[in-house]
């Protein structure tokens, strides 16, 4: 399928990039080595935005019909 990114958001402090994908992903990419640290799934639908929290310990992101559970942004692991 098409993996074009549609919502970019940086790491506050700037060492990760998320990135909302058509396909209903989430890739955040390690900025040092350029290696992807987490692919996070939600559907098969559409990511419209991503976002971290502001201390950047929190990701999530969400589409028109679907959403990433709120992650660890450190893990990648649903916080429950």
Do not use: M
């Not at 060492?15 to 994908?21: S, V």
């Not at 692919?39 to 201390?55: E, F, K, R, T």
């Amino acid at each position: 399928g098409t993996r074009y990114a549609r919502h970019l958001c940086f790491h506050p402090a700037g060492k990760e990039l998320a990135a909302a994908l058509k396909d209903g992903t989430v890739s955040v990419w390690n900025l040092s080595d350029r290696s992807v640290k987490h692919v996070l799934q939600a559907g098969s639908a559409a990511l419209n935005s991503v976002h971290y929290s502001p201390d950047g310990a929190l990701l999530a992101a969400a589409g028109a019909i679907n959403a990433v559970p709120v992650c660890d942004a450190a893990t990648g692991k649903e916080v429950k």
